[in-house]
C-alpha cells in the first residue's frame, strides 16, 4: 500500500501545472476576495464589529473548503488516466490485492487534499498577518482533516463514473468554478433568494 501511495503522490507533485491547476479554484476566490469583494462586503457589514476580521476568516474557510474540493478531484485523476490506460489491470496483478488499489487512490486523495489546504492556510494567515492562535489550531487541522475526507469521498463517487480522462476534465472545470459559489465564498448564502437557498 505505501508503494502505491508513493506512486500516487510522485504522479501528483511531479505535474507542476496540474497542482497550480488543482489550487487554482481557491486562488481565485481568494484573489477575487482581495480585488473586488474585499472592500464592498466590509462597507455593507460596517455596522457589525470588527467586521473586516470576521470577513477574513469567512472567505479563508471557503477557501479552505474550495482547496479540499479541486486538489481531491485532482488527486483521483490519477484513477482515471489508470483506468484508461489500463495500468489499473497491472497493478491489480502484482499482488496488491483488491481493495488496496482504490483505497490507495482515496487515501493519497485524503492526504494530498489535506497538505494543500494547510498550504493555503499558511498563505492566507501570511497575507492577513495573522497568527493562528496554538489554542484553536488543533481544531482548525480537524476541520480540514473532515473536509479531505468529506470531499475525496464525494470526489470518488463522481470519479467512479467517468472512463476518460478529457471527460473527467471537463467535469473538473465546472466542480472548480461553481465551488465558490457552493461553499458561500463569493456570496453569502443567506443574501440569495429562497430558492437558490
Given amino acids: 500500500m505505501l508503494a502505491l501511495l508513493k506512486r500516487n ?3 501528483y507533485f511531479r505535474n507542476l501545472s496540474g497542482v497550480f491547476f488543482s489550487l487554482l ?3 481565485i476566490s481568494f484573489i477575487l476576495y482581495i480585488i473586488f469583494l ?3 462586503l466590509t ?3 460596517a455596522q457589525l464589529p470588527n467586521s473586516g476580521p470576521l470577513l477574513n476568516n ?3 474557510s471557503g477557501t479552505l473548503a474550495v482547496t479540499g474540493i479541486t486538489t481531491s478531484l485532482a488527486a483521483l485523476t490519477q484513477l482515471v488516466k489508470d483506468r484508461e490506460r489500463q495500468v489499473d489491470r497491472d497493478l491489480y496483478l502484482s ?6 488499489l482504490p483505497s490507495s487512490y482515496l487515501a493519497s486523495a485524503i492526504i494530498i487534499s489535506f497538505a494543500m489546504q494547510v498550504l ?3 498563505l492566507m494567515c501570511g497575507y492577513f498577518r495573522e497568527v493562528p492562535k496554538l489554542s484553536i489550531l488543533p481544531e482548525v487541522l480537524l476541520i480540514m482533516l473532515l473536509s479531505s ?4 469521498l464525494v470526489n470518488a463517487i463522481f470519479v467512479h463514473f467517468f472512463q476518460s480522462v478529457d471527460s473527467l476534465g471537463k467535469f473538473a472545470t465546472i466542480v472548480g468554478t461553481a465551488s465558490g459559489f457552493l461553499v458561500g465564498t463569493y456570496v453569502p448564502l443567506g443574501v440569495l433568494p429562497n430558492f437558490a437557498q
Fill in 95 to 100: 499482488n496488491h490485492g483488491k481493495w488496496r
Fill in 43 to 45: 462597507d455593507a457589514w
Fill in 9 to 11: 503522490f510522485l504522479l
Fill in 120 to 122: 493555503m492556510y499558511v
Fill in 38 to 40: 474585499q472592500k464592498n
Fill in 25 to 27: 479554484g481557491a486562488l
Fill in 58 to 60: 469567512w472567505l479563508m
Fill in 149 to 152: 475526507l468529506l470531499s475525496s
